[in-house]
Nanobody, 132 residues
Framework: QLQLVESGGGLVQPGGSLRLSCAASGRTLDYYAIGWFRQAPAKEREGVGCISSSGTNTNYADSVKGRFTISRDRDNPKNTVYLQMNNLKPEDTAVYYC???????????????????????WGQGTQVTVSS
């Protein structure tokens, strides 16, 4: 069972930046494609972006394109995945989750997309609040 742990959330002013991290407890995220999702109060969970197992391909929601970037740290033995969030807006306030699906072989370079049902493993979430 893959256990995901997010970190890096907090309170930031509009226009500010945060970097969220997603790591697996006790193992590496090699061969797992990762998605980032968020859920604001009284709203449906929505996909923010995703990255392939290879780290070479990404996909983003229109609402965050040009502001958010997902990357993988292959120098890190755990192959941690990051969500860099710039120019944050109050509407970005939400609990952010990372999710994973095992993608190897012919799927190694594929992105799973922004549908939450495409993912098998989920972290517990980290709160991001954008407010002055």
């Amino acid at each position: 069972q893959l256990q995901l742990v997010e970190s890096g959330g907090g309170l930031v002013q509009p226009g500010g930046s945060l970097r969220l991290s997603c790591a697996a407890s006790g193992r590496t995220l090699d061969y797992y494609a990762i998605g980032w999702f968020r859920q604001a109060p009284a709203k449906e969970r929505e996909g923010v972006g995703c990255i392939s197992s290879s780290g070479t391909n990404t996909n983003y929601a229109d609402s965050v394109k040009g502001r958010f970037t997902i990357s993988r740290d292959r120098d890190n033995p755990k192959n941690t995945v990051y969500l860099q969030m710039n120019n944050l807006k109050p509407e970005d306030t939400a609990v952010y989750y990372c999710a994973a699906i095992f993608y190897s072989g012919t799927n190694y370079y594929a992105t799973p997309g922004l549908n939450q049902y495409n993912y098998d493993y989920w972290g517990q979430g980290t709160q991001v609040t954008v407010s002055s």
